[in-house]
């Protein structure tokens, strides 16, 4: 039988490595091609620096045109080798990275010295720091992706979570005019969805899929009807919230280039760091890790070991729920300080997305909420040198990655056993 | 959580998880219905055994909660929270109830006034407002008096055909949340075809209609295929396609050498030339779009497909039982990528009666919701035809009448979005509807789960 089915799947996995190997060599390609053919002359400068702080580091310049035929080259090396040689699955996942990393440099290369830039470098700490700043909300709703889905309930309302968490976050913080009170409120707002979510699904049996979209729907119409009647009208009692500052970690904040990039910012990215070990470890070396898992495989056989499915389950629903609420006050009260109509704007979308190219682990689903975090700083950087690239076209990167994941293309992607099924004990 | 849940009056029965899911690809309600009905004929209590004839079969109906009293339940329960919502953020309404115990009279008026103003301008607005007929006496127009319900009609074409998108996958075991992406696929296609050919009169517009439906079936392949193929699930390859689409879309719109208007700096295509425009028809306007024609025929058509024709009795197959279907020597692979092509292409059609009927341009407005509230409307008509129809008729007297709303009581229209959403999450937990109106378990509704994860 398994011989069998490794037989059969030989073609597949051949297709498949020819498949990798062919995008491999292609955005090698497009690095000569593009970047390096239709390249402009003149040195690309990439500064590692911000502007007026106490330790400058020199900036790189590096001559675009032949920076995109070396790194170019080496992609398409690459992509041959991924074809002849059988690489270990580390080595495989690595090669993608280094591929896309040098697609990336060539391209702001390539971005830096057209006529359009007028001089300004290509600050790699800043492009690093947004690139976090706009993964937070993913990795915190990828992270209660996680949680549900490893016990056994789609959430797709993440989405809903994110949007009335910034809601409440905005609306109390600004009301009562304390942050944190923002901040636990966001917070709630998300475990309230988690709570809602969990008692249609697993007492009423309300197919999980349709329920997350009509929540959304219902949040959606919710906070939208209350930003036009109470906030729009009185903005300042009820969306005037202000946001957290930066707080520097002393010593760690000073290193140069690392230090302004992960230890220096608001409140938000050291939860964020915290939920993400929480949830990882949680998962993976906890005994209530181990109980979850195992409801999410196999419920049936979590029951008659004595664990009780359903609680499990509404726990993991509503404490995914907080995480994925302090990602919605982040929205408001971490980035912006007020609340705008459906402000979430499809993150919730792509931290599902994210959760799914991550595999259902915490860990996988933060490195793709950091890829999509960074293709969302790119997509602001090359707006803002007004770059002659549609910020549209890089806009849907992430969505066509995970359509890519889920289509096999990147290895098998396979979500828990019992994911979307309701309990109901025999 | 032991078995709590069986000592509820009315609570879920463990031994029958029911899916809306279940109730869509599964015997649907009219069969569910008679079913009831024979049941309490042979063995229901004496006391209703000696009623007999339709009068029973009703009050069973109500007692045991049959789907359409469910759905109407529903309904009834969700207009009664989106006006709670309306009364109390309503800050003359909150004004009077912080006096509630000096004048509680106040209060409770305040809050009737509010309702009141709010849900009458929506019924005005959508279905028939008494003014017009008293102008009408006094030398207005007698057309006018329609004129509510033509808006409905125009609001509802494009979500009944999204509708059908939906309703026609789910019937064959397919969720697709992607109408969204093919409205925008149908949309583009219909657009450039409306603007850069010229057709004489009736042909370019059968022509923008056909290239609509193939515009969106184009995504509704790309997804079947993908699914059939990879088995990669159709839920996360819509959802990301919708988002995909929406960027192409923002795109083409800000590209003056693809569907930017000439000399505009917004997000708005050229206007189609009048041979493609669809034209009003009934006399005198207010008139029907006839698009709205259009949207009855295709679901006339899904209803033939799916109950008369030998393809939509596999579609119902695989949706019902896919392992009898393929013992049965159905192609489960092909009914996927014909099914969704098929609904693709209906979303597809309702981007053309949208751009072609309403709009005549391709933008941000006329690219509204329709796609995300066909996935409701479909879960509302329980997916199927008659049942979209009537759903999208609802929807589209909330839209009419919610412009009014928004316009002479101030109450932002985003309220027909929460009583829509809450309409259907009713209507997808018969059991707490029945809980909540102590209705006794329905005996006929203990279809086969159809509960699909990520996996399935």
Known sequence: ?426 | MTSDSGNQPAGPDPAEPKQVLANASGPGSSEADSTTHSATATSGPPVRDRLRGAGPAIIDAVVHGSPTVVTILAIFSALVLGALVIAFSDTAVLHAWNSFAAAPGAALSATWHSVAAAYSALFEGAIFNPNTVSAAFHGGSIGAIFYPLSQTANQATPLILTGLSVALAFRAGLFNIGAASQWIGGAIVVTYLGFAISLPPVIHAVVCLAGGFAGGAVLGWLVGDLKARTGAHEVIVTIMLNYIMYNLLSYVLGTPTALQRPGQANLISPTIHANAQLPHVGGPPPQVGVGFLVALAAAAGVWWLLERSTVGFEFRTVGANPSAARTAGMSIPRTWVLAMLIAGGLAGLSGAVTIQGTFYTLNFQSYGTYGFVGITVALLGRAKPLGVVLAALLFGAFESGGAVMQASTAVPIDIIEVIEGLIVLFVAAPPLIRAVYRLRQARAEGVEAVAKGWNG
């Open chain 1, 1 to 426: 039988m398994t011989a069998l089915a490794a037989e059969i799947r030989v073609p597949a996995a051949t297709n498949r490595r020819l498949l990798a190997s062919a995008t491999l060599i292609a955005f090698g390609l497009v690095d000569i091609l593009l970047f390096g053919l239709s390249g402009h002359h003149g040195d690309a400068t990439f500064a590692l620096s911000l502007f007026g702080s106490k330790v400058s580091v020199p900036s790189i310049h590096a001559p675009a045109t032949p920076v995109a035929y070396v790194l170019g080259g080496i992609s398409i090396a690459i992509g041959i080798a991924r074809a002849t040689v059988t690489e270990s699955p580390v080595m495989k996942r690595l090669s993608i990275g280094v591929v896309l990393l040098f697609f990336v440099i060539s391209l702001l290369a390539w971005s830096d010295t057209g006529s359009w830039t007028h001089g300004i470098p290509v600050n790699v700490v800043v492009l690093l720091q947004n690139t976090l700043a706009d993964a937070i909300p993913l990795i915190l709703g990828a992270l209660a992706g996680c949680m549900g889905e490893r016990a056994g309930v789609i959430n797709i309302a993440i989405e809903g979570q994110l949007l009335l968490g910034a809601f409440m976050a905005a609306v109390v913080a600004s009301t009562v005019g304390v942050l944190w009170l923002g901040l636990i409120s966001g917070s709630l707002a998300g475990g309230l969805v988690g709570l809602v979510l969990g008692a249609f699904a697993i007492r009423y049996f309300v197919d999980q899929i349709i329920l997350g979209v009509v929540l959304n729907l219902l949040i959606s119409g919710i906070t939208g009807f209350l930003y036009d009647r109470l906030l729009v009208p009185d903005a300042n009692t009820y969306n005037n919230a202000g946001t957290f500052g930066p707080v520097k970690i002393p010593g760690l904040g000073d290193i140069p280039v690392i230090g302004p990039i992960f230890f220096d910012s608001t409140i938000f990215l050291y939860i964020t760091y915290a939920a993400i070990i929480l949830v990882q470890v949680g998962l993976f070396s906890t005994r209530w890790g181990l109980r979850v898992r195992a409801v999410g495989e196999h419920p049936t056989a979590a029951d008659t070991v004595g664990i009780n499915v359903l609680a499990i389950r509404y726990r993991n629903l509503v404490l995914g729920g907080l995480l994925a609420g302090i990602g919605g006050a982040y929205l408001t009260i971490g980035s912006v300080g007020t609340f705008s109509k459906d402000m979430s704007s499809g993150l919730g979308y792509i931290a599902l997305a994210a959760m799914i190219f991550g595999r259902w682990t915490p860990l996988g689903a933060t490195l793709a909420a950091l890829l999509f975090g960074f293709t969302e700083a790119l997509q602001s950087f090359l707006g803002s040198i007004t770059v002659p690239i549609s910020p549209f076209i890089l806009g849907m990167a992430p969505y066509v990655a995970t359509i890519i994941a889920v289509a096999g293309l990147v290895g098998r992607v396979q979500a828990p056993a019992a994911d979307g099924k309701p309990y109901v004990r025999a």
